[in-house]
């Protein structure tokens, strides 16, 4: 039976915020699903300062997770 009601498979720690939405739930996966991501831009391109910060960014948060 439909109800119009749609599903999101949110990615991370992102789905905790959204447990405070009024009428929203959250089920967390246990266990949860590991995953392995990058970035990727075309051979030979050079890539902006404001794309080297943020993956500058993202690799020193990945470090920090780890060291905690």
């Keep these: 039976m439909e109800n119009n009601a ?4 949110v990615l991370g720690d ?3 915020p959204l447990v ?8 967390p996966l246990d266990p949860p699903i ?4 990058g ?9 902006s300062r404001a794309a080297r910060r943020c993956i500058t960014y993202v ?6 997770i780890e060291n905690s």
Aim: charged share 30%; no cysteine; hydrophobic share 35%.
């Design 6 to 9: 749609g599903v999101s498979f």
């Design 14 to 16: 992102g789905y905790r």
């Design 20 to 27: 405070h939405i009024e009428d929203t739930t959250a089920i």
């Design 34 to 37: 590991l995953y392995e991501t």
């Design 39 to 47: 970035f990727v831009w075309k051979k030979g391109k050079r890539i």
């Design 59 to 64: 690799q020193r948060q990945i470090k920090a």
